[in-house]
């Protein structure tokens, strides 16, 4: 949530800084703004879409080499105009735009306001734009300094980007719990949230860490001290990611093309990591953690959202084959209700972007009380890829549309995969049934492009149940959790309420509101419960609701009870998940677009979650 984008160079700024907002429209946000210094400051902002920045700004000076641009997902104060960044000191000097939350705000403002400084909007941000000139000014000290002493006076979270109208070659950020990375050109310097904005000029880069404040400097000049004033060395990676995966390939949305990508995102997943034909897994971080992983005592999934699903399923797979204890906790509960954690334990931390806040500080917890880290990441260089002691990425490529879809896959696949290594390793299921599974998980890819090519039976569906108020997803067991995903998938981007529920847990409550006018999804696809699946469609169907089943292939039985029936190719059970899911993110992508929904940016949602 929240998108920051800066340059510092000899090209005009402005089209950069516009280019590059669009470029992070995904991570969420309400308001928009850049800030141009070219002899005086300019700063625009506009509540509303990128693209109503721009309308607003036209036949405006836009001229400047220097600038930066933010997307705000609003926190302190409404979204309007006034509260939507950059954000201007009390006396114009100097420009800041901020990701996250400062969590003394209000105390630092009584303190500024004491002493002259105005505040003319309802944001945290203004605060720190303050205190950081009153440093300077107080201390004359450069503009630098006046940032790492300022931040020493901050509780919270920040990723910064300053601009000093005196100071017009320079530009100073520092991050902290938030993410900020520097693209290094020639003769020229990028900031920005992620890697997005910046791909298309430079792919080299410096993740910047927490507590570490960049000076980046016209003469080509980068600096980096902690926020304790020591020297630190900037680590230049590659960055690894192509532009045509930002762009929408002829698809309307980004939702639908990386639904349409996951045959190619799960096999990417899996290449160069399964050989069925030889009977083998190999994944780099599980083989150098591969004796405390056999040992440990206890598993902890930790991930929000969708990857909380995604470590749901992986409970089921790593009780069932590798036969280990696993807990699976939302990242956001677990720092605040003080658990039990050891140096026995090993914490899997799940999430797409990396740098999901409630994720970030679940680990350090965890770190802290002596357990392993196992990152399940998809974004290189992320924050939670650089804290993991170990960990594997899920090369599903940049994901766009807020609500994850290919993610969620490659998160399954990848948890397949070191589930079924485990239990080879500790001998818990037998060679047979191990080159079985693997077989069938090279499969997955082949099987997924299956369903897709039944989007038009899906579309019709949609069309029957789109003005449904509330619908009521069913499973059992390796499908329970593909009925939460279900069910989440049609709240983020449909505004229908849904709820996942396992299919047994109906009579103990929801089947109080099935009617004529429920649709229930039920994954159908089990074989281990498959007549109870049968009952729970009877006990529906006698309420007079209406049933959309998941099947397998010929599955005649159920195909006569359902109303509607969406068949899937059959795999071994501990599989399913991937090949079951597939046709409901497409039932809730165009549930939602013959709703007239924003499918790619639902409202009040933002992509990378980085604050608490």
Request: hydrophobic share 40%; aromatic share 6%; glycine share 8%.
């Amino acid at each position: 949530m929240c998108g920051i984008v800066a340059y510092l160079g000899n090209k005009q700024a402005y089209p950069i800084l516009i280019n590059g907002l669009k470029r992070l429209e995904y991570r969420g946000y309400d308001s928009a703004g850049v800030a141009l210094l070219n002899g005086t400051m300019n700063v625009f902002k506009k509540k509303g879409k990128v693209q109503d920045l721009v309308d607003s700004i036209e036949n405006k000076s836009t001229k400047g080499t220097i600038g930066m641009g933010h997307t705000r997902w609003a926190t302190h104060g409404k979204p309007d105009d006034i509260n939507a960044h950059p954000h201007i000191s009390t006396s114009g000097k100097l420009v800041l735009v901020h990701n996250g939350i400062i969590e003394n705000y209000a105390i630092l403002k009584e303190a500024l306001k004491k002493i002259g400084h105005v505040f003319n909007t309802e944001t945290d941000t203004e605060v720190l734009v303050n205190l950081i000139e009153e440093v300077q000014k107080t201390d004359k000290i450069s503009l630098e300094e006046a940032v790492r002493v300022a931040l020493t006076k901050v509780t919270g979270a920040y990723a910064i980007v300053v601009m000093d109208k005196d100071e017009p070659n320079k530009l100073v950020a520092a991050r902290k719990s938030s993410p900020l990375v520097v693209g290094i050109g020639d003769d020229e310097f990028y900031l920005a949230s992620d890697g997005t904005p910046i791909v298309e000029h430079t792919r080299k880069v410096v993740y910047i860490k927490d507590e570490e404040i960049v000076t980046l400097t016209r003469a080509g000049e980068m600096s980096i001290m902690s926020i304790s004033n020591e020297k630190q060395t900037p680590f230049i990676q590659e960055l690894e990611m192509e532009i045509e995966s930002l762009e929408k390939g002829g698809y309307d949305y980004f939702m639908l093309k990386e639904i349409n990508e996951q045959p190619n995102t799960i096999r990417e997943c899996i290449r160069g990591r399964l050989n069925a034909e030889e009977g083998w897994i190999k994944l780099s971080g599980v083989d150098n953690m591969l004796n405390k992983l056999i040992n440990a005592q206890r598993f902890i999934f930790v991930g929000c959202g969708t990857s909380w699903h995604a470590g749901l399923i992986g409970e089921y797979l790593f009780e069932d084959l590798a036969r280990v204890s696993v807990e699976v906790e939302y990242a956001s509960e677990f720092r605040y209700r003080n658990p039990i954690i050891t140096d026995k334990d090993i914490v899997f931390a799940i999430s797409q972007s990396g740098e999901t806040a409630d994720t970030l500080a679940a680990i350090q917890l965890a770190k802290e009380r002596g357990a392993s880290i196992y990152g399940v990441v998809n974004v290189v260089g992320s924050s939670i890829a650089r804290a993991a002691d170990e960990g594997s990425y899920i090369h599903a490529g940049p994901e766009i549309g807020v609500a994850s879809t290919k993610a969620f896959t490659g998160q399954v696949t990848l948890l397949s995969m070191i589930a079924l290594t485990l239990a080879h390793k500790k001998g818990t299921i037998s060679n047979a049934y191990y080159r079985q599974l693997i077989t069938e998980l090279e499969l997955i890819p082949q099987k997924v492009g299956e369903v897709l090519k039944i989007e038009n039976q899906i579309k019709y569906i949609a069309k029957e149940i789109q003005d449904a108020p509330n619908a009521l997803y069913l499973g059992r067991g390796y499908n329970f959790p593909v009925a939460l995903e279900g069910a989440l998938k049609l709240k983020e981007i449909s505004y229908i309420h849904a709820e996942g529920y396992p299919a047994a847990e109906m009579k103990h409550g929801p089947i109080a509101l099935i009617d004529e006018n429920m649709p229930v999804i039920v994954m159908a696809t089990n074989k281990s419960a498959y007549e109870k699946i049968i009952s729970n469609i009877q006990e529906v169907k006698a309420r007079g609701g209406r049933v959309i089943a998941i099947i397998t292939e010929d599955d005649k039985e159920i195909r006569e009870l359902a109303d509607y029936s969406i068949e899937i190719p059959e795999t071994e059970e501990p599989l399913t998940p991937l090949i079951s899911v597939i046709p409901l993110q497409l039932l809730s992508y165009h549930i939602a677009l013959l709703r007239g929904c924003n499918v790619d940016q639902p409202r009040n949602l933002a992509k990378s979650v980085t604050v608490e």
